[in-house]
T-cell receptor, first 114, second 114 residues
Framework: DAKTTQPNSMESNEEEPVHLPCNHS???????IHWYRQLPSQGPEYVIH???SNVNNRMASLAIAEDRKSSTLILHRATLRDAAVYYC???????????????FGSGTQLTVLP | DAGVIQSPRHEVTEMGQEVTLRCKPI?????LFWYRQTMMRGLELLIY????????DSGMPEDRFSAKMPNASFSTLKIQPSEPRDSAVYFC????????????FGDGTRLSIL
């Protein structure tokens, strides 16, 4: 499985944008980039996913490099509630069965300062 | 909509006792996953089901662990006998099998084996 690399931790000020990077240099052509986050004492929560084009939803934006070897999750205006561990995960979009599972790395611990 | 429901939220028991964790997936989801999270190993997949059938149990640590899914709305993860090293947070997740549907996680069961 292609792996991802994320910084262990990042800090942001409240109400400022946050850019969370993820490197995935061995990504394959059929791998989708998924982001989940885990708030304290909760299960992981889906944030966003994409293949090649940048994606936006109500929670965040996903910017994908042209060569797809890296991506950035963008929180446009961080709140205290966004403090969580953010996981960048590659998932094959074609294979069935075992590809449905998620393989979590260690993620990025985001601290939001008031 | 009701999310994935896990019970109990917390369980404290003595070594050697049988532990049963329960999960109700989201209605209509045909995949169910059991994960375990510890500080040392992070989030690990234990087993997953498709249409109530176990597909991959390679993550189950040993024979003391077993999982069942008697119907589409209920699954159990059992540990017998329990050991202190089984202490962890256990998460259940469900998803629809169509391409790139997100996994929805429960709030987990925090298990402490004394």
């Amino acid at each position: 499985d292609a792996k991802t690399t994320q910084p262990n931790s990042m800090e942001s000020n409240e109400e400022e944008p946050v850019h969370l990077p993820c490197n995935h240099s061995t990504i394959s052509g059929t791998d989708y980039i998924h982001w989940y986050r885990q708030l304290p004492s909760q299960g992981p929560e889906y944030v966003i996913h994409g293949l090649t084009s940048n994606v936006n939803n109500r929670m965040a934006s996903l910017a994908i490099a042209e060569d797809r070897k890296s991506s950035t999750l963008i929180l446009h205006r961080a709140t205290l509630r966004d403090a969580a561990v953010y996981y960048c995960i590659l998932r094959d979009g074609i294979s069935s069965g075992s590809a449905r599972q998620l393989t979590f790395g260690s993620g990025t611990q985001l601290t939001v300062l008031p | 909509d009701a999310g994935v429901i896990q019970s109990p939220r917390h369980e404290v028991t003595e070594m050697g006792q049988e532990v049963t964790l329960r999960c109700k997936p989201i209605s209509g989801h045909d995949y169910l996953f059991w994960y375990r999270q510890t500080m040392m190993r992070g989030l690990e997949l234990l087993i997953y089901f498709n249409n109530n059938v176990p597909i991959d149990d390679s993550g189950m640590p040993e024979d003391r662990f077993s999982a069942k899914m008697p119907n589409a709305s209920f699954s159990t993860l059992k540990i017998q006998p329990s050991e202190p090293r089984d202490s962890a947070v256990y998460f259940c997740a469900s998803t629809q099998g169509t391409e790139n549907q997100p996994q929805h996680f429960g709030d987990g069961t925090r298990l402490s084996i004394l």
